[in-house]
Nanobody, 115 residues
Framework: QVQLVESGGGLVQAGGSLRLSCAAS????????MGWFRQAPGKEREFVAG????????YYADSVKGRFTISRDNAKNTVYLQMNSLKPEDTAVYYC????????WGQGTQVTVSS
């Protein structure tokens, strides 16, 4: 069992940056693939970025490629999402997920980008 807690969301102007953190508790964190998803009002949840357990492979949605960076620190049981050059369309609740099928989810953190 893995429990995930996101933090770092907030209000930022367009062009600004935020770093989200996802702290995991439970065993075998380092063996799990991790991902970030987001859900904007009235829209379905969508994949944002993913990272393999070793941290050697990362994946991004086209909409965030070149602006967002996912990373993990297995010693701290934490995964990060560095978000730069934020746009109003990045406004959403951001969720952290873990597991081969993203079996475990956090409660989400709100990111609001003003124009």
């Amino acid at each position: 069992q893995v429990q995930l807690v996101e933090s770092g969301g907030g209000l930022v102007q367009a062009g600004g940056s935020l770093r989200l953190s996802c702290a995991a508790s439970g065993r075998a964190f380092s063996s799990y693939a991790m991902g970030w998803f987001r859900q904007a009002p009235g829209k379905e949840r969508e994949f944002v970025a993913g990272i393999r357990w070793s941290g050697g492979s990362t994946y991004y949605a086209d909409s965030v490629k070149g602006r967002f960076t996912i990373s993990r620190d297995n010693a701290k049981n934490t995964v990060y999402l560095q978000m730069n050059s934020l746009k109003p369309e990045d406004t959403a609740v951001y969720y952290c997920a873990a597991g081969a099928q993203y079996d475990y989810w956090g409660q989400g953190t709100q990111v609001t980008v003003s124009s």
